[in-house]
């Protein structure tokens, strides 16, 4: 693969482009703003590709993205952790943190069509070599993770039946030149192989390296099974998303992004892999995967190489937004009083949902928590707050635990329900869940659960009300 070294792409890392109108619209676009807002860390040449890339990147995780030049030696350079805060997310889509999840809804009930462009940046460089995933920097994250992985790439597919794409990360262990062994779940990914495998065909991928905030976003999205997330990523940019043909398939990728690998599932094969360290904070089984034969790579001049680090913020966040919209759209279908969900960072962004709302009647906290847990199957703990309570405030919620919860009256316990595979407290996914009423009896709202108050405070301006250069000495009376 063609470079100028590492000084170059740190430089082209940090450009960015000015045609993009939101800073999510590219992933150079969003470096550059990452370093304008002091978010980007660049670490020392040639950090090592086994573990050591991983543990900087994970020690500066959330408070700054890390961009690698030279990794291991290679002239591609990596970045990591580049949404790993919700602020962070909210800023490459141009929309305020609380209006986040709310932005995300309305983008995935309402995609735009992308709009397709012959001459692509990603395009730019065109490899086919007998083997041609040597020269890419990939990472091996943690101690037992069974090799190097594809983290951060997007696989994209095309419906058999209809010709509708489908786009989702999926885990990808580099198992030798040209394959990689991919963990299908039993999503639209595998639906659309099932059906090629069962006429006895391949089915086409191509899978994106260096994808927009927008793109990663968007293929994290709970759609219908003939939905592409690529359009879901142009509503969130506000514009449609350009894309361009493959050069060995139909398939249509981000003519933004900076590295493609075209290839496809092959009929009918299976290769181990794994383990790897998941979400859960521990490592995902070992099971015979999918299988990717590689026969294009294409890149931009000077690509970029995106890792995400498994289980970190990065990891969460990225599946927490999307999973946020898709549960509050359907539990307000049947209680439009449901003001906002959260799912928690101590429950991996998956397991554990605070609800907020607006009790209309006793009883009905109860009757959300059951809609929660019906909105998605890995939800296993459900705590639902009246509205003065911030759900994206662990200190809050407990508060609301502590003072208005009796296990004796309020907990809702559901046993030997379907939940994660990957969670290891389940049987096989089979687990027991659990939901907190912490709201308050509606006769007692302003009467005993009365929340104290300073008048006044909310409209507080700190920073005058402060002498910064004042000293104490200044207002003491010397001893005598």
Same mark, same amino acid.
């Given at each position: 693969?063609?470079?100028?070294?590492?000084?170059?792409?740190?430089?082209?890392?940090?450009?960015?482009?000015?045609?993009?109108?939101?800073?999510?619209?590219?992933?150079?676009?969003?470096?550059?703003?990452?370093?304008?807002?002091?978010?980007?860390?660049?670490?020392?040449?040639?950090?090592?590709?086994?573990?050591?890339?991983?543990? #900087?990147?994970?020690?500066?995780?959330?408070?700054?993205?890390? +961009? +690698?030049?030279?990794?291991?030696?290679?002239?591609?350079? $990596?970045?990591? @952790?580049?949404?790993?805060? %919700?602020?962070?997310?909210?800023?490459?889509?141009?929309?305020?943190?609380?209006?986040?999840?709310?932005?995300?809804?309305?983008?995935?009930?309402?995609?735009?069509?992308?709009? +397709?462009?012959?001459?692509?940046?990603?395009?730019?460089?065109?490899?086919?070599?007998?083997?041609?995933? %040597?020269?890419?920097?990939?990472?091996?994250?943690?101690?037992?993770?069974?090799?190097?992985?594809?983290?951060? @790439?997007?696989? *994209?597919?095309?419906?058999?039946?209809?010709?509708?794409?489908?786009?989702?990360?999926?885990?990808?262990?580099?198992?030798?030149?040209?394959?990689?062994?991919?963990?299908? =779940?039993?999503?639209?990914?595998?639906? +659309?192989?099932?059906?090629?495998?069962?006429?006895?065909?391949?089915?086409?991928?191509?899978?994106?390296?260096?994808?927009?905030?927008?793109?990663?976003?968007?293929?994290?999205? *709970?759609?219908?099974?003939?939905?592409?997330?690529?359009?879901?990523?142009?509503?969130?940019?506000?514009?449609?998303?350009?894309?361009? %043909?493959?050069?060995?398939?139909? =398939?249509?990728?981000?003519? @933004?992004?900076?590295?493609?690998?075209?290839?496809?599932?092959?009929?009918?094969?299976?290769?181990?892999?794994?383990?790897?360290?998941?979400?859960?904070?521990?490592? @995902?089984?070992?099971?015979?995967?999918?299988?990717?034969?590689?026969?294009?790579?294409?890149?931009?001049?000077?690509?970029?190489?995106?890792?995400? $680090?498994?289980?970190?913020?990065?990891?969460?966040?990225?599946?927490?937004?999307?999973?946020?919209?898709?549960?509050?759209?359907?539990?307000?279908?049947?209680?439009?009083?449901?003001?906002?969900?959260?799912?928690?960072?101590?429950?991996?962004?998956?397991?554990?949902?605070?609800?907020?709302?607006?009790?209309?009647?006793?009883?009905?906290?109860?009757?959300?928590?059951?809609?929660?847990?019906?909105?998605?199957?890995? *939800?296993?703990?459900? #705590?639902?707050?009246?509205?003065?309570?911030?759900?994206?405030?662990?200190?809050?919620?407990?508060?609301?635990?502590?003072?208005?919860?009796?296990?004796?009256?309020?907990?809702?316990?559901?046993?030997?329900?379907?939940?994660?595979?990957?969670?290891?407290?389940?049987?096989?996914?089979?687990?027991?869940?659990?939901?907190?009423?912490?709201?308050?009896?509606?006769?007692?709202?302003?009467?005993?659960?009365? %929340?104290?108050?300073?008048?006044?405070?909310?409209?507080?301006? #700190?920073?005058?009300? #402060?002498?910064?250069?004042?000293?104490?000495?200044?207002?003491?009376?010397?001893?005598?």
């Amino acid at each position: 693969m063609k470079s100028d070294g590492g000084k170059n792409e740190e430089k082209t890392a940090r450009k960015g482009h000015n045609n993009a109108q939101k800073a999510g619209a590219t992933l150079r676009n969003w470096l550059a703003h990452l370093e304008q807002y002091d978010r980007l860390a660049i670490a020392r040449p040639e950090v090592k590709l086994e573990f050591e890339l991983a543990a #900087i990147a994970s020690t500066l995780d959330g408070r700054k993205a890390t +961009f +690698f030049p030279r990794p291991g030696g290679h002239n591609i350079p $990596i970045v990591s @952790g580049i949404v790993s805060q %919700r602020d962070w997310i909210a800023d490459a889509l141009d929309v305020p943190p609380e209006k986040l999840v709310s932005a995300f809804k309305q983008a995935a009930s309402n995609p735009l069509p992308c709009k +397709f462009v012959s001459d692509a940046p990603c395009q730019a460089e065109l490899i086919a070599e007998p083997e041609l995933l %040597r020269d890419l920097p990939i990472p091996v994250h943690n101690e037992l993770d069974n090799g190097p992985y594809i983290t951060a @790439g997007l696989i *994209i597919v095309r419906n058999p039946a209809t010709g509708i794409q489908n786009v989702a990360i999926v885990r990808m262990q580099v198992v030798g030149p040209r394959r990689i062994g991919a963990l299908l =779940l039993p999503r639209h990914t595998m639906a +659309f192989m099932d059906i090629a495998e069962q006429a006895g065909h391949d089915l086409p991928c191509a899978i994106v390296i260096g994808a927009s905030p927008a793109e990663l976003l968007a293929s994290q999205a *709970i759609a219908p099974i003939n939905c592409d997330e690529l359009e879901i990523a142009g509503a969130l940019l506000g514009e449609p998303l350009e894309v361009t %043909r493959c050069k060995s398939s139909d =398939l249509h990728v981000p003519a @933004g992004a900076e590295i493609i690998l075209e290839g496809r599932l092959l009929a009918g094969q299976r290769a181990p892999e794994g383990p790897f360290g998941e979400f859960t904070q521990y490592y @995902g089984a070992s099971p015979a995967s999918h299988v990717v034969e590689i026969d294009v790579i294409t890149h931009r001049q000077n690509p970029i190489y995106h890792t995400i $680090i498994g289980g970190g913020l990065e990891h969460l966040m990225l599946g927490c937004i999307p999973r946020e919209a898709t549960i509050l759209e359907s539990i307000q279908r049947h209680f439009p009083n449901v003001v906002d969900v959260a799912l928690s960072l101590g429950g991996v962004c998956r397991y554990h949902l605070h609800v907020q709302m607006k009790p209309r009647a006793d009883g009905e906290a109860k009757n959300v928590i059951m809609a929660a847990f019906a909105a998605h199957y890995d *939800i296993k703990q459900v #705590i639902v707050v009246d509205a003065d309570v911030d759900v994206h405030d662990p200190k809050e919620v407990e508060w609301a635990v502590a003072t208005r919860f009796q296990a004796s009256r309020d907990l809702v316990v559901v046993l030997d329900a379907q939940g994660s595979k990957l969670d290891p407290s389940t049987r096989n996914g089979v687990g027991s869940k659990m939901g907190l009423d912490a709201t308050v009896p509606i006769a007692l709202r302003d009467s005993e659960f009365k %929340r104290i108050s300073i008048p006044g405070m909310d409209r507080l301006d #700190i920073d005058a009300a #402060i002498d910064a250069s004042a000293q104490i000495e200044d207002y003491l009376v010397p001893t005598p």
